[in-house]
DNA sequence: GAGTAGATCCTCT
DNA sequence: GAGGATCTACTCA
């Protein structure tokens, strides 16, 4: 399906977190790679499902309304740094803030493709091989990578967790939209269309289509 | 295969 | 003190 081309990998730079449009952001994120390097060990995936919250006119978003917590904080400082929460007492979440300074625009990974270090993930989630749940929903993705709550703030520039260009293009037609998943507490903000997944992907979370 | 309950804890009110 | 940008296992059919 997707051709790893490790060689002409690039980090995206800070300029590309720094753009105003968040669902534009959202959809070009879609066949990058999302790799970390925490305690020497590299795991990577292509990003096949990504979610977009346009801060605080989104009902969705932790920051909707302006609101401005402990919690959410780091989404109103600068493009380009992680945030990560729990949900439900067991999930890490793990975001792209983009946008700049008091925009709290973020970005939440939904699916990937394992690519690098999959015999670690499979350690990292109790798993014996490779199936399409390892890597599939916010959840279960940040687990594989080793994300967790206590990497919020990190910068997506350096080197432990960082987004990358391997040169991989996605048609425009290779593309599908659809509302977010879970947040039905939106009122009507639930049905923007601000999902993007690469259509027929095993690792997009989800019903199968 | 579809539907539902339970896990589990941090964050905000 | 309540509830959440979820996942899994279990039931029932």
Redesign the pocket.
């Known amino acids: 399906m997707f051709t790893t081309n490790e060689i002409d990998m690039e980090k995206l730079k800070f300029s590309f977190y720094q753009r105003q449009d968040v669902v534009e952001i959202a959809k070009e994120l879609l066949g990058k790679v999302l790799v970390t390097n925490l305690k020497g060990i590299v795991t990577s995936g292509r990003i096949v499902e990504s ?1 977009a ?1 346009a801060g605080v006119i989104d009902k ?4 909707s309304g302006g ?1 401005r ?4 904080q780091i ?1 109103y400082g600068n493009g380009g740094f992680a ?1 990560v ?7 890490h ?1 793990f ?1 792209v803030v983009t946008n700049s300074k008091e925009i709290p625009h ?1 970005i ?1 990974i ?1 699916g990937l493709e394992p690519l690098e270090g999959i015999e670690k993930m499979l350690l990292r989630t109790n798993k014996k091989k490779l199936d399409n ?1 390892l890597t ?6 940040s687990k594989a990578l080793g994300i967790s ?1 206590k990497h919020t703030g990190t910068s997506l520039l350096g080197e432990k967790i960082f987004l990358a260009d391997d040169g991989v293009r996605l048609s425009r037609n290779a593309i599908a939209t659809s509302p ?4 039905d ?1 939106a009122g009507k903000d639930a049905l923007l269309p601000y999902r993007f997944y690469v259509k027929g992907n095993q690792f997009v ?1 989800g019903k199968p289509r």
């Open positions: 979610e919250y969705a978003s932790h920051a609101r917590t402990n919690r959410n989404m945030y929460y729990l949900c439900y007492g067991i999930h979440l975001n973020a939440l939904r749940t599939r929903g916010p959840g279960n993705l709550t977010r998943i879970g947040v507490y979370s």
